[in-house]
């Protein structure tokens, strides 16, 4: 009877411990897919584009983080830091070229297909960047913070990912509510004419938010790339894809429910596969997607602010 | 000119299919809706279509007709289209975009998971049935189908619906049901060049027809013009052949010029290439030069 | 029976009230105006009696037929035409081309005859155009058929509204605000063409700032504001009170507040997809 009962017991711990392993590998993902819809819906909310680039901007970051890191030794934080600023200036740069100019007539149509332009052009070139391969960072770039015990291990990149992304929220949510420019910005979005009226220079708060937005895809690009030990352009496809999906079941209108968005997905993406089928797991998510939008379109949390006045 | 064609006779082969995935793309914008959904349409119809072939030569027998294949096609695609209509159309403008994107993506899940009858990942042969010249004479007969039905009862109705759904329901036109039948015909057009695509290509797996195809398709449409179904097939025309003629200086970055002349179509040219508006500046302009030269 | 009876009308938008408790009727065959300051609710009163807004509460009933159940695009069969304050033109089309659009409750042709060259559906084309041509006709503007609807000046897309919705061929028909942006002669020449269209039979509900017009063309008048009811009566008796002179010469203070405030609101952000690219 008592080897048995040890057996039983040891076999209910070891259930225990997968179960909270693949709850923290979903919230490391949830992580990555939160802070990718937090860029996404923001520049949706604000501005009214369906940014399908925005996964490419976030693979820009990694790119361009692993290039120094392999050519000129950077570590962690600085490659950090290179992600960022990569992720802004294409944000910026394409802002000023492809959709500045539509600005006085386009909707979000326009921004859409415009952006479908965009997106071709930096999926080529991201391309020819990896020369078609998925590469990686080089294994001692980070090798703390780590977890690791009998049962459970979760890699530097994972954890990082958990730190950052609720920093990212935290912070995105208090520089929109607390901060001039967030209030700019969320102005802007509500309406392009009140800025005139309030005589801020609405490119003052574009440029403020696409930099913004941009700058924290580079972010999520660099860490992922870290956590699934993969730089390539699909990874930033993937990205897009589920943050769009997070965005929808988060709602637009608010960071945080972006951000809880994308961890509801992560975690029910990752538990998905693991205890009703590896194979379906998109399913899971693309269906938990379809049902958003069809049964509440504004997300969890309600109310979309962006284009509900006509 | 046989070694012409040699060289580029497939990639016409795509250009015109390329011309029926972006008709159907421009049918939803010409009811004033983004969808992607054609494409999951395509996908659908084409693995039941390469599925039949398959079973058939697989028992050792002859494959069924190319007719059959291409019905089998539209009726599997207009199918899906009209059932999945009711969910998707009851949503606004931009969130039946996003949850057609989402349908594309969940088509490819699917085919991925249905494995025993698709291949999964590894896919299934299709056999080619398939000529240019068949290709050409459906672009005919559906070009044709587009002239009659723009100055038709139907045409007007889109055109109403696209520019002023409100005003369009305020003079009695039942817009939803109107955005249904453009839906359900761009399914019936998808699944028909879903399967001819499976048959260019000889071989259907997941992302065969999937977002890339999806976004190009919609880009041609916009690129060619979407007021007017000339537009959408010298889009795909275009953008076919500028990657390919430019292939030799830009190599695999030939990509990037289609993009960047979205770009600017989008910023200089809003409504596309061919745009009606135009001819009829032109020939009021003729007309009023005519009556001038009668009368002096 | 009234050919239109609101009955307690009220349109709430969130918070604002903009149609509170309103009742009228419009008689058949009359020229009935309806007036009031900026944001009084006229426009939302016209959305509401054409189908295309839905009200929170109360009844319309046109020609006795309680409209609650019925969905907006089977409003034209009642015999409700409109036209809008802001023109809203077809991008593209043609001006022949607008009105073959209203024509479309009279075609016999479905879908299906739109894909097949066919001499059904090309006879009923050809009668479509002689059609709309009589109506462009009435509006005095055929000799414009072919042009751009939107490249023309203000006062004849005004026409080209009356003209695409009298191709509904209504029994009544709303007008919202169809003398604006016209200058005296051509606001005349619309009055009468308007009063040949009542003598024909037709019944008008116009909204209109302009109170020489009002006073010209109709027979009774309602006045609200704030969408209440201030009275109602013939122009004479409204446009004499007391109650309304205060509540138009209250509009001036206000109304920067009101223009600021329908920026405010951002109907700027146009979100119709027809207009993507144009
Ligand atoms: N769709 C809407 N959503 C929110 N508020 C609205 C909407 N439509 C109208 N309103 C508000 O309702 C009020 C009445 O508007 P309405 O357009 O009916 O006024 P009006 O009498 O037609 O004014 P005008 O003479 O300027 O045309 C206004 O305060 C307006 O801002
Ligand atoms: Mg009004």
Known sequence: MGPLLTSQKKRNENLLNLFIQQ?????????????????????????????????????????????????????????????????????????????????????????????????????ALGETALDHQIKTFPPDLLSWPRLVTTNIYLAPGQIWLMIIGPISVVALYLVLTRTPIGTMIRAVGFSDVWSRISGVSSTVVILSTVGISAGLAGIVGYLSSIAFDNVSVPLGEGLLLKGFAAVVVGGFGDVRGAFLGGIIIGVTEVLGAQYVSGDFRDVITFGLLILFLLFRPEGIFGEIKFGAAR | MSQ???????????????????????????????????????????????????????????????????????????????????????????????????LVLIARVIALNLDEYTGGTVGIPVPRQITTWHILLILGVVSVMFGVLRKSRFGYSLDAVREQPEVASSLGINVQRV?????????????????????????????????????????????????????????????????????????????????????????????????????????????????????? | MSQLDVVSLTRQFGGLTAVKDLSFSVSPGAIAGLVGPNGAGKTTVINMVSGIDKPTSGTISIAGQDTSTIKGHEFVRLGIARTYQNMKMFHGLSVIDHVIVGLDSRRKTTFFH?????????????????????????????????????????????????????????????????????????????????????????????????????????????????????????????????????????????????????????????????????
């Not at chain 3, 942006?181 to 509900?205: D, H, Y």
Request: hydrophobic share 50%; with cysteine.
């Open chain 1, 23 to 123: 709850v923290l590998n979903g919230l490391a993902v949830g992580s990555a897919y939160g802070m990718f819809a937090m860029s996404f819906g923001l520049i949706f909310a604000t501005m009214g584009i369906l940014n399908v680039a925005h996964g490419t901007i976030a693979t820009f970051g990694a790119i361009a983080a692993l290039t120094v890191v392999e050519n000129w030794g950077f570590s962690f934080f600085p490659a950090l830091l290179i992600a960022i600023l990569t992720g802004a200036a294409i944000g910026i740069v394409t802002d000023r070229l492809a959709f500045q100019p539509l600005r006085a007539r386009a909707n979000t149509l326009g921004y859409l297909i415009t952006s479908i332009g965009v997106w071709i052009v930096l999926i």
């Open chain 2, 4 to 102: 012409f064609w040699d060289i580029y006779g497939i990639t016409f082969e795509f250009a015109f299919v390329l011309g029926l995935f972006a008709l159907s793309a421009f049918l939803g914008l010409w009811s004033g809706v983004l969808s992607l959904a054609p494409i999951a349409y395509a996908s659908g119809a084409a693995y039941v279509s390469a599925r039949l072939a398959y079973d058939k030569v697989m028992m050792g027998e002859a494959n069924y007709p190319l007719v059959f294949h291409l019905f089998v096609g539209m009726v599997v695609g207009g199918f899906l289209a009209w059932i999945t209509s009711f969910v998707l159309l009851r949503l606004g403008s931009h969130y039946l975009a996003l949850a057609t994107i989402a």
């Open chain 2, 179 to 296: 955005r249904r039948y453009a839906f359900t015909f761009a399914g019936v057009l998808g699944g028909l060049a879903g399967v001819l695509q499976a048959q260019l290509v000889q071989y259907l797996v997941p992302e065969t027809l999937y977002v890339e195809l999806a976004f190009i398709s919609i880009a041609s449409a916009v690129l060619g013009g979407a007021y007017i179904w000339v537009g959408p097939i010298v889009g795909a025309l275009l953008y076919t052949a500028i990657p390919e003629f430019l292939e030799p200086f830009l190599g695999s970055s030939k990509n990037v010029v289609n993009g960047i002349l979205l770009v600017i179509i989008m910023v200089f040219l809003q409504r596309g290439l061919i745009d009606p508006r135009q001819f009829r500046a032109w020939s009021l302009k003729r007309k009023s030069r005519q009556t001038k030269e009668v009368a002096s």
């Open chain 3, 114 to 278: 739109a894909l097949v060259p066919n001499p059904i559906e090309r006879k009923e084309r050809a009668a479509m155009r002689d059609k709309a041509m009589e109506f462009l006709k009435v509006m005095s503007i055929d000799h414009l058929a072919e042009s751009e609807a939107t490249t023309l000046p203000y006062g004849l897309q005004r026409r080209l509204e009356i003209a695409r919705a009298l191709a509904t061929e209504p029994k009544l028909l709303l007008l919202d605000e169809p003398t604006a942006g016209m200058n005296q002669q051509e606001s005349s020449e619309v009055a009468e063409v308007l009063r040949g269209l009542n003598q024909k039979g037709l019944t008008l509900l116009v909204v209109e700032h302009n109170i020489k017009f009002v006073r010209d063309l109709c027979q009774e008048v309602t006045v609200i504001n704030f969408g209440e009811k201030l009275l109602s009566g013939t122009p004479q008796e409204v446009f004499n009170s007391q109650l309304v002179r205060e509540a138009y010469l209250g509009k001036q203070r206000d109304e920067r507040l009101a223009t600021f405030q329908s920026l405010r609101a951002g109907t700027h952000r146009n979100i119709n997809m027809g207009e993507f690219a144009s």
